[in-house]
């Protein structure tokens, strides 16, 4: 939270001091880089926090909650990639149209493949939602984290959706030297950055902050949450496989199609572990 909020800060700053100075170009480039990089950044703070419910979670987890994060952060790296190669080529492209166009189609793309993501991780929110209702365990604090995990990822979802057409849109003027609606409802009103760039960042950064997930989680990432709502300390995560395999296998395909899991189900034995204090 605390460097996505500082680089999207950066990029608006950025924009402001661009606007009286428009014919310096380095800040121009500076406050589209951090503008566009500022989101993706703020989504790994929502992959950490569902990363430690599945801490709390164990038994409803579909990978080592652990690698989680990584698991994103691969996705994340190529989108931060693509944005940052295709806001510094659109912003030096100057009259240069291919240069243009090809750093507008990156941005394009990058902000599609934000919105499948935040897509993909909605659905891994769903599915842990869906076996604790099963299970009888959406206890008041667990529906509270998930209801803030569907909210945040739907305000970065918004986000990305925006960013695509905008850039889609510039694309296909580029290339064709023709406006059309979407065109000039899109670019040439600036409320539009406001409403579903900035508005959705600021509410998100205000959810996180307001109810923090640190009140409804605990610190320690070995306590869980067993079967009959007793929060226990046991002995967290224990993977047998080597750590390489963890992180190419993120799901561990091979174990489960095999019919056994390669980790350590220790909640099945709730006896053995002590009440958290």
């Not at 190529?78 to 912003?91: D, F, M, Q, Y």
């Amino acid at each position: 939270m605390f460097w996505g909020g500082a680089v999207f800060t950066s990029g608006w700053i950025m924009r402001a001091v661009s606007s009286y100075n428009v014919a310096n170009q380095n800040l121009y480039i500076a406050a589209t880089v951090l503008v566009l990089a500022g989101p993706p950044i703020y989504s790994a703070a929502e992959y950490n926090i569902l990363g430690r419910l599945m801490h709390y979670l164990p038994m409803h987890a579909p990978l080592n909650p652990s690698r989680l994060l990584y698991f994103f952060i691969y996705l994340g790296v190529a989108v931060e990639s693509l944005t940052a190669a295709g806001g510094s080529r659109a912003a030096v492209a100057g009259d240069d149209k291919a240069m243009l166009k090809s750093g507008l189609t990156l941005i394009s793309i990058a902000a599609t493949l934000q919105g499948v993501v935040e897509c993909v991780f909605i659905g891994m929110v769903a599915l842990l939602h869906y076996r604790c209702v099963k299970t009888n365990m959406l206890t008041s604090k667990v529906r509270t984290i998930f209801i803030m995990l569907y909210g945040t990822s739907t305000l970065i979802l918004l986000r990305s959706i925006f960013r695509a057409v905008e850039n889609f849109s510039l694309v296909n003027v580029v290339s064709s030297e023709n406006c059309d609606a979407t065109c000039n409802g899109v670019i040439k009103h600036e409320w539009y950055i406001y409403v579903f760039e900035a508005a959705p960042m600021v509410a998100y950064t205000y959810w996180l902050n307001i109810i923090h997930p640190g009140r409804l989680l605990p610190v320690n990432p070995k306590v869980y949450l067993d079967f009959n709502g007793v929060e226990r300390t046991g002995p967290g995560w224990i993977d047998t496989r080597s750590t390489w395999v963890t992180f190419v296998d993120l799901f561990d395909i091979r174990g489960r199609t095999g019919g056994k899991p390669k980790h350590d189900q220790y909640w099945l034995r709730p006896d053995e572990w002590p009440e958290a204090v």
